[in-house]
Antibody
Framework: QLQLQESGPGLVKPSETLSLTCTVS??????????WGWIRQPPGKGLEWIGS???????YYNPSLKSRVTISVDTSKNQFSLKLSSVTAADTAVYYC????????????WGQGTLVTVSS | QSALTQPASVSGSPGQSITISCTGT?????????VSWYQQHPGKAPKLMIY???NRPSGVSNRFSGSKSGNTASLTISGLQAEDEADYYC?????????FGGGTKLTVL
């Protein structure tokens, strides 16, 4: 059974860079056709797609976040990562990593989510 | 790109049917058959319920069904059960991007 687990700091200071890693277990991140992505949800609010990556490194980003987002993949560790720069309080959210079985299918496997708070 | 439009809340009694709408544009919902629906219980990750407008993943009850007409997609839940009480989000593909709706809170009375 495929499992995804987010990890990273739960508190980030304004103007700094948020960094999260998603570790995939029970399957290979390099399997053909699978895309891996990040979605966030501010407290009490809706879902927002951040971006997706293929194991080869091809990426798709939300246009509204593109200037601040970098998603990368480390196939040797079966992990992919998110970096969001110049964060503000508006970036406080639960961050989920997830898998889509092909582009542009929906996300069928999700991590449990991790709350990241932006505060000094 | 704006979020897809969903009603903030819907409600129904056990055994009844409800429908949640999701309105977009010809550039997203209306332009592709890549509309999906997620169910989210409090404190939990979203769960995929419908993909490609009307397909159910393995294990999802056939009480859940999806459809689309023009720029509006719909999720129908028949035979409402207490466990269906949750937030529901629609999602659509659009030009190399993914949009979500604002979410609808379903209350089972």
């Amino acid at each position: 059974q495929l499992q995804l687990q987010e990890s990273g700091p739960g508190l980030v200071k304004p103007s700094e860079t948020l960094s999260l890693t998603c570790t995939v277990s029970g399957g290979s991140i390099s399997s053909s056709s699978y895309y891996w992505g990040w979605i966030r949800q501010p407290p009490g609010k809706g879902l927002e797609w951040i971006g997706s990556i293929y194991y080869s490194g091809s990426t798709y980003y939300n246009p509204s976040l593109k200037s601040r987002v970098t998603i990368s993949v480390d196939t040797s560790k079966n992990q992919f990562s998110l970096k969001l720069s110049s964060v503000t309080a508006a970036d406080t959210a639960v961050y989920y990593c997830a898998r889509r079985w092909q582009w542009p299918s929906p996300f069928d496997y999700w991590g449990q989510g991790t709350l990241v708070t932006v505060s000094s | 790109q704006s979020a897809l439009t969903q009603p903030a809340s819907v409600s129904g009694s056990p055994g009844q049917s409800i429908t949640i709408s999701c309105t977009g544009t010809s550039s997203d919902v209306g332009g592709y058959n890549y509309v999906s629906w997620y169910q989210q219980h409090p404190g939990k990750a979203p769960k995929l319920m419908i993909y490609e407008v009307s397909n159910r993943p393995s294990g999802v009850s056939n009480r859940f069904s999806g459809s689309k007409s023009g720029n509006t997609a719909s999720l129908t839940i028949s035979g409402l059960q207490a466990e269906d009480e949750a937030d529901y989000y629609c999602s659509s593909y659009t030009s190399s991007s993914t949009l979500f709706g604002g979410g609808t809170k379903l209350t089972v009375l």
